[in-house]
């Protein structure tokens, strides 16, 4: 221990002697692996599982490696070509496609071009995945705020769904002019995903029941109330409809588009990056957020200081809820319109990737909701293209952070050297009964 | 941290000796509500005539007589004896036991005069032994996981990656039956594969120390989005290569299967039941009886006690979490070789979560756990059943109770469930 320590006091010492340039700190700081190395190389190791995945799935891969004696390069070759293939299509779904750009110079006149769309249809797949990050930006939130105050929301799904509801329900319900119908939808989805994530919050501070399995129920009990609101034309179902879908919003309680009608990114976007500027606001610059943390971090050492930690358990979850509840809003009022019995799609489990891959803090869901938002906007185009299933995205989803959330794993494969800073195994490691 | 946690212990036993009214009003008024169901809804609103139920199958050797029931006065009498139950356990101290038979007496009224409702004035009878059969092969997947959750909580590890070993031992069990022709096979490759997902989980749980919960809940992501790629990707166009496994038949055990109502419904069945109910005996004996139970218990409590008398945690912990995921690996071979007879994305359907709640829902227990299972199976028939009734009863309600149930039982109907003192923490050897 002693040696440990004066080992460290000369390398100290030593640092202050030769004072390494700038250069020199920034390739120490990479070397040392710290948590934005881990991530980075987390996401890099998992793009080359996909890949790899791919190349050893892929039907027509399969029938080259059948022919891998007679023709090694080809069966190399084409398992390349597909994994890198797929990337590329959804690199062009989510963020830039060259064809777009070209389409758009072969227009005669550029007012034109801005006019019919074809400027729009450059931006397009930037906007897609600005449109796809609402949602998931909305949920982590909703996963990552209980997690600074020592809980795990798995119930982002129930609580969407809660939100859908509501914010449909005065979509059509009700009518109200412009501005002031959005306000009211969006306020609907906050409350109807507020009151299912009251719930568990409720049960644990008075009953200690647990909010995971709790909030695991819940999301299951709103999974088949959507069923039954969807199946009666006196409850939310279309009237004239044999399908499990509701009537569509009320125009007025469309969210507004930002660029013109040609892409569909919208107001949410917004409304996304404000509520992570919200939640960090309230973590770090407020008292509420202050008693937050320390319970936490130790429940027990913060009941002794004073706080009241069950009421603190009720606010977080009514907030999570709330949050989880304006993505569903967002997802209705900005691209769907109407709710359907599968409308949730699996925002629940995306809730939980993304906030353990932006570590539990705001900006970085707000980053990782880009990062996935990415992947599911391109998604679409790589299984219409390589025909590679757009379930790749989950695995993808699942594979970083499950390296992110072992940093000891990614240092062991790139040989970096150990670093004070944890991943998401540092941040909280207890068991039920804490 | 072990004075910390001490301190707090003993914070928690002050507060537990103070029930809250919530706490000390929500077995009687939840008790009462389904009293009141049973007199003003189900008994008010049945249909005039008789309720008949069956208990032998057709073409059975041995037959029972059916029983009438007068629809609406057994609702009404059922009512009244769980109303008197609700009373009893407000105003009179009820020990530990009476309190648990309360439930099940309450709960089995409540079914009864909902069937009573249900079954009023029609001219078919109601199977019971279809229903009681049709509970055990619904809850089978259920009772396994529920089985893996309970030893590797008894470790000390927090297994929710069930629902992710359920699905891969079904993708897999598929997958190897379809190829080989062997169910047999079909079904080690199943266990085998579930086996692999506690791999992981023991892995990066024990050795990378990640929080358990998370975890789990990303292994489930990854089998879903695995198995949902491989089946779009290779199932989907090589349907019949890859995709179309043979059954176990059902095999009836000779005279015991021939027992009027037990019989079809215990021993006359697939090979996964006869297995259940080996994993049950070996869990139930193994822990409570055995060395090795003694050891793990010790290592879910308490690992610092345990590694001072030799006991070497870690590896212990590793061995128990990898073998319990053959448990769960079986229950999900159950879905593709026990009764669809294919494999589809998602197939487990959060059943896997639902082992978790039983396994809670049961103490941490084995007895527990599978009596919990078979109440959640029992539900899921007691649906479908209704549903070819004709009820006016909302399936989709119905298929919601039992997690509305789990809810109200985790909410202090049953006293708070304590799981294993380490459960989920780390070990780390001094």
């Given amino acids: 221990m002693s040696d440990q320590a004066g080992a460290a006091g000369a390398a100290e010492a030593q640092k202050k002697a030769t004072r390494p340039g700038p250069g020199r700190i920034i390739r120490d700081s990479i070397l040392e692996g710290n948590t934005f190395t881990v991530t980075v190389l987390a996401i890099f190791t998992a793009f080359v599982v996909g890949g790899l995945l791919n190349a ?10 059948g022919n891998l004696f007679s023709d090694p390069g080809h069966a190399i070759a084409t398992a390349w070509d597909t994994a890198v293939g797929a990337y590329i299509e959804m690199f062009e779904g989510s963020i830039f496609n060259p064809h777009t750009v070209s389409a758009l110079f072969q227009q005669a006149s550029f007012s034109a071009a801005i006019h019919d769309g074809y400027l729009s249809a450059v931006f397009n797949p930037l906007s897609e995945t600005c449109v796809q990050a609402t949602p998931l930006i909305l949920a982590g939130l909703a996963v990552a705020l209980p997690y600074q105050a020592g809980m795990f929301n798995i119930g982002a799904e129930g609580q969407v769904i809660g939100g859908m509801v509501l914010a449909t329900y005065l979509g059509y319900g009700i009518s109200l002019p412009f501005f002031v119908h959005v306000v009211v939808c969006v306020l609907g989805g906050f409350v109807g995903g507020a009151a299912i994530g009251w719930i568990p919050g ?9 909010e995971v399995i709790v909030t695991i129920m819940m999301n299951y009990i709103m999974i088949y109330f959507l069923a039954y609101l969807l199946s009666f034309p006196y409850l939310m179902q279309a009237p004239h409809n044999t399908n499990q879908i509701s009537a569509a919003i009320a125009g007025n309680a469309h969210l507004p588009l930002l660029f013109g009608s040609h892409l569909r990114i919208n107001a949410g976007f917004l409304l996304a990056l404000a509520c992570a500027a919200g939640v960090w606001w309230l973590l770090n610059r407020t008292t509420t957020g202050f008693e937050m943390r320390s319970i936490g971090k130790n429940p027990s050492a913060a009941r002794v200081a004073g706080m009241n930690v069950e009421r603190t358990w009720v606010l977080v979850m009514l907030l999570a809820g709330g949050l989880a509840g304006l993505a569903g809003a967002t997802v209705i009022q900005g691209t769907d319109f109407t709710v359907n019995f599968q409308s949730y799609g699996t925002y629940g489990i995306d809730a939980i990737t993304v906030a353990l891959l932006g570590l539990g803090r705001p900006g970085g869901v707000v980053l990782a909701g880009l990062l996935f938002g990415a992947l599911h906007a391109g998604a679409p185009l790589m299984q219409a293209v390589t025909g590679t299933p757009v379930d790749m995205v989950e695995v993808l989803q699942a594979v970083i952070v499950l390296f992110v959330a072992a940093p000891p794993l990614i240092r062991a494969m790139y040989r970096l050297r150990d670093a004070r800073a944890g991943g998401v195994g540092g941040v909280m490691s207890k068991g039920w009964n804490a | ?25 929500l077995a009687p008024a939840t008790f009462l509500a389904f009293g009141l169901i049973n007199i003003f809804v189900l008994g008010a609103y049945s249909h005039k005539g008789d309720a008949t139920f069956a208990f032998s199958q057709p073409f059975a050797k041995v037959t029972v007589p059916n029983l009438s029931l007068p629809a609406a006065v057994t609702c009404y009498v059922c009512g009244g004896i769980t109303i008197a139950i609700a009373l009893a356990r407000a105003f009179l101290p009820l020990s530990k036991v009476l309190r648990r038979v309360a439930i099940g007496v309450v709960m089995f009224l409540f079914v009864l005069a909902l069937l ?7 001219t078919t009878a109601f199977n019971i032994v279809n229903l009681l059969q049709g509970t055990l092969g619904q809850s089978i997947p259920i009772m396994l996981g529920a089985l893996t959750g309970v030893v590797c909580s008894r470790s000390g590890v927090i297994n929710v990656g069930i629902e992710g070993q359920l699905l891969l031992g079904a993708f897999t069990a598929a997958i190897v039956t379809s190829v080989t022709g062997s169910l047999w096979l079909g079904l080690v490759c199943g266990a085998l594969a579930g086996s692999l997902v ?3 989980l023991a892995v990066f749980a024990i050795g990378y120390r990640v929080d358990q919960v998370v975890l789990g809940v990303v292994l489930n992501t990854l089998v879903l989005g695995l198995t949902g790629y491989l089946f779009d990707g290779l199932m989907v166009p090589y349907q019949n290569t890859l995709n179309s496994p043979s059954t176990f038949a059902a095999v009836k055990i000779p005279l015991l299967g021939d027992i009027p109502i037990i019989g079809p419904v215990f021993f006359d069945a697939t090979v996964f039941l006869y297995i259940t109910y080996f994993a049950l005996a070996g869990v139930q004996i193994g822990l409570f009886g055995t060395r090795w139970g003694l050891r793990t218990r010790a290592i879910g409590e308490h690992p610092i006690a345990a590694d001072t008398v030799g006991i070497n945690v870690i590896a212990m912990r590793y061995r128990n979490v990898i073998a319990a995921g053959l448990i769960a690996g079986i229950g999900g071979a159950y879905f593709t070789i026990g009764s669809v007879g294919s494999f589809g994305a998602d197939m487990t359907s959060g059943e896997g979560y639902i082992a978790l709640a039983a396994m809670i829902f049961g103490r941490y227990t084995p007895l527990g756990a599978i009596s919990a299972a078979l109440l959640f199976g029992f539900t899921t028939q007691l649906q479908s059943i209704m549903s070819t009734l004709n009820t006016p009863i909302q399936s989709d309600l119905l298929l919601a109770t039992p997690y509305v149930v789990t809810i109200i039982v985790l909410a202090g109907l049953v006293g708070k469930v304590r799981g294993p003192r380490a459960e989920g923490i780390p070990y780390i050897k001094a």
């Fill in chain 1, 56 to 65: 050893f799935t892929n039907t027509t891969v399969l029938h080259a490696w």
């Fill in chain 1, 202 to 210: 409720e049960l644990k501070a008075r009953t200690g029941a647990h």
């Fill in chain 2, 1 to 25: 941290m072990t004075i910390a946690s001490q301190v707090l212990t003993d914070q928690e036993i002050v507060a537990e000796a103070q029930v809250s009214p919530f706490r000390k009003w």
């Fill in chain 2, 116 to 122: 009573c409702w249900a079954d009023a004035g029609l």
């Fill in chain 2, 198 to 200: 506690g791999v992981l």
